[in-house]
């Protein structure tokens, strides 16, 4: 299929985390054809309703429980204000049923693949 395998360096299990991570949500679907595809056609069908699902159903949690498309359209501050309001109204309503404070309902804010840590970038800048 023209696919060029990819291997991690030795002892080291964290190349590519973000990749792992999402090969892990992707293989771990009920949809998976533990068997494999049976051509080009299905998998590519298959992954395109898998990105779909990913992007549009799949709620993330380090993104406050929204999907990554409302993420990106900036959806996810109204979502998460009526979100912190029905908790808030639920737990004055029912207060024996909540232990201590209602779930995190704050924006992510920013989110990078790869921060780069304060020391290096100084270290990078005092080598310049």
């Known amino acids: 299929m023209g696919v060029t395998p990819s291997h991690s360096r030795p002892r080291v299990s964290n190349d590519n985390p973000f990749s792992e991570s999402l090969f892990r949500t992707l293989k771990y679907r009920p949809q998976w054809p533990s068997s494999g595809f049976n051509n080009l056609?299905?998998?590519?069908?298959?992954?395109?309703?898998f990105v779909e699902w990913y992007n549009e159903e799949h709620r993330h949690s380090r993104i406050g429980s929204v999907t990554p498309g409302q993420y990106h359209r900036n959806e996810d501050n109204e979502?998460?204000?009526?979100?912190?309001?029905?908790?808030?109204r639920?737990?004055?309503?029912?207060?024996?049923?909540?232990?201590?404070?209602?779930?995190?309902?704050?924006?992510?804010?920013?989110?990078?693949?790869?921060?780069?840590?304060?020391?290096?970038?100084?270290?990078?800048?005092?080598?310049?």
């Open 41 to 49: 056609d299905d998998a590519r069908s298959w992954v395109k309703n």
């Open 79 to 88: 979502i998460l204000a009526n979100r912190k309001t029905v908790f808030e």
């Open 90 to 128: 639920a737990k004055v309503r029912n207060p024996e049923r909540w232990s201590g404070k209602i779930r995190k309902c704050e924006p992510a804010g920013p989110v990078m693949l790869n921060p780069e840590k304060p020391e290096i970038s100084e270290q990078l800048e005092q080598a310049a």
